[in-house]
């Protein structure tokens, strides 16, 4: 039988766990202990060890939750209005506002499919645009963009990558003070060319979406908005971006 831990340790450890689980909550509950152990160094000045944390959560029953991903979907391609793929997979990029990532994906209501679009700067990861609505159609499409440059007016030569939609239109609304931007497009029916986003889909879908339930699209929105605004471009910690220019291979 383990020795007790001394009264000090004890009381210090009691009070990690409830900041711990304060952090763990905040992530909706999906944070494991090395995002949880860089939340307490960096916005509580804990000085703890990784073990430590893991320790104090694996004793406290707190885990971080990622249920399987829910399938894709992506409306069908049109070659009309296709644009080069001058992103070419450099998904590296050092400055905000230089280039930007687009895409489509659905979500389900009780009420039926409702369709997402979404626009992520490429430097911070952050989505800097998003648009939902029960119709796929142009004026989705150019709302989540629309909202982009309206909030950050980037600077002339921005760069606007998009998966080859048919609703998805090289020509943008400008709001005043906006640039010139140059549109980029995916590659027939591959994937990889708008890794970024596909990649955001599938965490929203692991974090958010697998365990929604939404009545309407009116729901689907206030919940989104507290996700994205609120938590994921605010406190979400996300993992080091090395996304390949190529897809893996199979080894066999």
């Known amino acids: ?11 210090d450890d009691t009070l990690l766990g409830v900041q711990i689980a304060a952090f763990h909550r905040r992530s909706r509950r999906r944070y494991g202990s090395p995002r949880i152990w860089k939340d307490l160094r960096e916005e509580a000045g804990r000085r703890v ?8 959560m694996r004793e406290a029953g707190l885990v971080g939750d990622a249920p399987a991903a829910l399938p894709g979907h992506h409306p069908c391609r049109s070659a ?90 090289p020509r943008l609304p400008l709001p005043a003070g906006s640039g010139g931007i140059a549109c980029s497009m995916s590659r027939r029916g591959d994937c990889w060319d708008n890794a970024v986003v596909e990649s955001f889909f599938a965490t929203l879908k692991r974090e958010l979406v697998a365990d929604a339930c939404w009545p309407t699209t009116a729901e689907a929105t206030t919940d ?17 971006w090395a996304i390949s220019a190529r897809p893996p291979t199979k080894r066999g």
């Open 1 to 11: 039988m383990a020795a007790p831990r001394p009264q000090r340790r004890y009381q």
């Open 49 to 56: 060890s990784r073990k430590r944390v893991a320790r104090v």
């Open 80 to 169: 009309a209005g296709a644009r080069p793929n001058q992103l070419a997979r450099q998904f590296t990029v050092s400055q905000p506002n230089r280039v930007w990532a687009a895409d489509v994906t659905y979500l389900a209501t009780a009420a039926g499919w409702c369709y997402l679009a979404v626009v992520l700067d490429l430097c911070s990861r952050q989505v800097v645009g998003w648009a939902l609505s029960a119709r796929l159609d142009r004026q989705l499409a150019l709302t989540a963009p629309g909202r982009a440059l309206a909030r950050r007016r980037p600077p002339w030569g921005l760069l606007h990558h998009s998966d080859r939609e048919g609703v998805h239109q």
């Open 224 to 240: 989104l908005a507290q996700y994205l605004d609120g938590w994921y471009n605010v406190h979400r910690r996300t993992r080091p």
